[in-house]
């Protein structure tokens, strides 16, 4: 079963807008990542947090996580056509395992 | 760097026919995972390797699958025989040191195979 859950499955917004994700979890983890897919590309790494960082920053991108509700969201400001893909969250949540388990992931899509 | 090299890039099969997906990681890297991308399961995790090893399995479908790394610079998964349900994007994706401990996992442009 999926570790990770995003929500909303879809989302389209307004360039220029801010486009907010949710990923859920459902065990411990030591790690959540978030990964950007383009339509009919590879997943690219995108920015990580740690169990014990509430917020990250990179560009224009925000991480939040909370693990008391074993919940993170992805916040990408100024959205920009470019933007235009899927997100997915990914986390370990098996303790000494070195794979990551990938939610359904967001399909973003900025119109212009 | 090259990235994780992966071929065919699209394959079309047809039912019954041997699959075999070939992946060349990222020089340097001790970690090889095969995913296995659909509308309807996602993406999910086949198999993963560490220093040539299988670790992981657990998540191949069935005998049919089956994956092999024979060196550190190459790795193969092969479908025998195919099945229309099979199609899907095969992503091979390597990494240093593995995902648990925070490191990048990077990513293929996939194996689009569809089996008719």
């Known amino acids: 079963s999926q570790q990770g859950e995003e929500d909303p499955q879809a989302l389209s917004i307004q360039e220029g807008e801010n486009a907010t994700m949710n990923c859920s979890y459902k065990t411990s983890i030591n790690n959540l990542q978030w990964y950007r897919q383009n339509s009919g590309r590879g997943l690219v790494h995108l920015i990580l947090?740690?169990?014990?960082?509430r917020e990250k920053h990179s560009g224009r991108l925000r991480v939040t996580l909370d693990t008391s509700k074993k919940s993170s969201s992805l916040l990408i400001t100024a959205s920009r056509a470019a933007d235009t893909a899927s997100y997915f969250c990914?986390?370990?949540?098996?303790?000494?395992?070195?794979?990551?388990?990938f939610g359904q992931g967001t399909r973003l899509t900025i119109n212009p | 760097d090259a990235g994780v090299i992966q071929s065919p890039r699209h394959e079309v099969t047809e039912m019954g026919q041997e699959v075999t997906l070939r992946c060349k990681p990222i020089s340097g890297h001790d970690y090889l995972f095969w995913y296995r991308q659909t509308m309807m399961r996602g993406l999910e995790l086949l198999i993963y390797f560490n220093n040539n090893v299988p670790i992981d399995d657990s998540g191949m479908p069935e005998d049919r699958f089956s994956a092999k790394m024979p060196n550190a610079s190459f790795s193969t998964l092969k479908i025998q025989p195919s099945e229309p349900r099979d199609s899907a994007v095969y992503f091979c994706a390597s990494s240093f040191r593995g995902g648990a401990r925070g490191n990048t996992i990077y990513f293929g442009e996939g194996s689009w195979l569809t089996v008719v």
């Open positions: 990914a986390t370990d949540g098996v303790q000494g395992a070195q794979k990551l388990v």
């Open positions: 947090i740690r169990s014990n960082e």
